[in-house]
Antibody, heavy 121, light 110 residues
Framework: QVQLRESGPALVKPSETLSLTCDIS??????????WSWVRQPPGKGLEFIGY???????SYEPSLRSRVTMSLQMSKRQFSLTLGSATAADTAVYFCAGVKVGTSGYYVDHWGQGSRVTVS | QSVLTQPPSVSAAPGQKVTISCSGS????????VSWYQQFPGTAPKLLMYENNMRPLGIPGRFTGSKSGTSATLDITGLQTGDEADYYC???????????FGGGTKLTVL
């Protein structure tokens, strides 16, 4: 079973860069195609998928965030990271790292971190 | 505004059945499996259903999912007060090339 845990600053100043890291633990990593991902949830609102990075290095980001987002993966350290530049108050949210299982026509989040609350102020 | 459309809230009495709908388009629900997530306040979402109607281990049979065309539904029968939570649908969007979620539905068990 995989466990995910986010870490990073809880407070970010406007116009600065929001950075979070997700530590992957567990006896074995998911088999098959898998996307290491980030999802955020603004206060009182729904889930927003930010993007993913595959073990091959391939990334894909939500179009509205694409110009500000970078994801990286360091499997030797069992970590993946998110940076979001030029942060504004609208980026205030709980950020979840997540694992997306990829099938032929099915993509679903089967592992979630506990969430990291980030305030931009 | 979410790519997938869900009703903001649904409610029913204990023991009754409730249906939560999720509407999308050909580029997402129309061509991919749907998953559902349950989220209690202050906690991370939990996978409730995947590939339209498959339950992960530990999810009771009271929860069932289905998909038709560009819409999907989650049915919960034998409602319990412990089912009060927010429910989200999700799927892959071929055009956006990311996972997309519905706006979430708050279930109240009266």
């Amino acid at each position: 079973q995989v466990q995910l845990r986010e870490s990073g600053p809880a407070l970010v100043k406007p116009s600065e860069t929001l950075s979070l890291t997700c530590d992957i633990s567990g006896d074995s990593l998911p088999s098959g195609n898998y996307f290491w991902s980030w999802v955020r949830q603004p206060p009182g609102k729904g889930l927003e998928f930010i993007g993913y990075i595959h073990s091959s290095g391939t990334t894909s980001y939500e179009p509205s965030l694409r110009s500000r987002v970078t994801m990286s993966l360091q499997m030797s350290k069992r970590q993946f990271s998110l940076t979001l530049g030029s942060a504004t108050a609208a980026d205030t949210a709980v950020y979840f790292c997540a694992g997306v299982k990829v099938g032929t026509s099915g993509y679903y989040v089967d592992h979630w971190g506990q969430g990291s609350r980030v305030t931009v102020s | 505004q979410s790519v997938l459309t869900q009703p903001p809230s649904v409610s029913a009495a204990p023991g009754q059945k409730v249906t939560i709908s999720c509407s999308g388009s050909r580029s997402n629900i129309g061509t991919n499996y749907v998953s559902w997530y349950q989220q209690f306040p202050g906690t991370a979402p939990k996978l409730l259903m995947y590939e339209n109607n498959m339950r992960p281990l530990g999810i009771p049979g009271r929860f069932t999912g289905s998909k038709s065309g560009t819409s999907a539904t989650l049915d919960i029968t034998g409602l319990q007060t412990g089912d009060e939570a927010d429910y989200y649908c999700g799927t892959w969007d071929l055009s956006l090339r990311v996972v997309v979620f519905g706006g979430g539905t708050k279930l109240t068990v009266l």
